[in-house]
Nanobody
Framework: QVQLVESGGGLVQAGGSLRLSCAAS?????MGWFRRAPGKEREFVAG????????YYADFVKGRFTTSRDIAKNTVYLQMNGLKPEDTAVYYC????????????????WGQGTQVTVSS
């Protein structure tokens, strides 16, 4: 089973940027990004198909976040610009389905998560 390792989280001021990485131990098809804020359920943030040719975003990150992938490196990225305090959460990458789905229950393999904290 493929393993996923996220990195790139940290503390940033509002309006700042971070780039998260998700390195897979093998080839993956769809990769999804999710986040869980304190007291909230894990929610879909973005997704990318196997080739990187199709990307999907939650409405609350459109225009601010961009996901991409380097197939040769088995790595997916989440570039986060214009960060807001409400973006504070643990961010996870996940894989499993053959097409991008927004339902976290469809993803069977998850990384350990990386903390993103945005100060006001």
């Amino acid at each position: 089973q493929v393993q996923l390792v996220e990195s790139g989280g940290g503390l940033v001021q509002a309006g700042g940027s971070l780039r998260l990485s998700c390195a897979a131990s093998g080839r993956t098809f769809v990769m999804g990004w999710f986040r869980r804020a304190p007291g909230k359920e894990r929610e879909f943030v973005a997704g990318i198909n196997w080739s990187g040719g199709a990307t999907y975003y939650a409405d609350f990150v459109k225009g601010r976040f961009t996901t991409s992938r380097d197939i040769a490196k088995n790595t997916v990225y989440l570039q986060m610009n214009g960060l807001k305090p409400e973006d504070t959460a643990v961010y996870y990458c996940a894989t499993g389905p053959r097409q991008v789905l927004r339902d976290r229950r469809q993803y069977g393999t998850w990384g350990q998560g990386t903390q993103v904290t945005v100060s006001s």
